[in-house]
């Protein structure tokens, strides 16, 4: 299987995601917050430098939960766009709903 080089955009969402999982891991030991997350410290610096800019699912999944962060704030960071709102395949996303809905 071949798999698609990622896009600009999917790089700067994989670049924000790093920056809210050091933000919120904060001072606390990486080695420690990595082997809760059942990843390496490697691994923890690269998603935390925006160089693993697409983690498995499960590697989000246990990071945010060692961060005791709600998972929810990695998929809005993921999917914010850093300008003025959230994107989703360059549709509009506001507040759950999808605004090219009519009515």
């Known amino acids: 299987m071949v798999r698609l ?3 600009p955009e ?4 994989g670049r924000r995601l790093g920056v809210l999982f050091r933000s919120a891991r904060a001072d606390r030991d990486p080695v ?5 997350a059942g990843i390496s410290p490697e ?3 690269k998603l935390e430098s ?3 800019p ?3 699912f499960g590697t989000v999944v246990g990071l945010c939960a060692a961060l005791e962060m709600p998972v929810d704030d990695a998929v809005a960071t ?6 003025d709102g959230d994107r989703v395949d360059g549709d509009r996303i506001s507040g759950g ?5 009519v009515g």
């Open 50 to 52: 925006g160089r693993m």
């Open 78 to 83: 993921w999917l914010a766009d850093g300008v």
């Open 10 to 13: 999917q790089l700067a969402a």
């Open 43 to 45: 691994t923890l610096r």
């Open 97 to 101: 709903r999808d605004e090219r809905a």
């Open 32 to 36: 420690r917050v990595a082997a809760a």
């Open 54 to 56: 697409s983690p498995s």
């Open 5 to 7: 080089p990622l896009t």
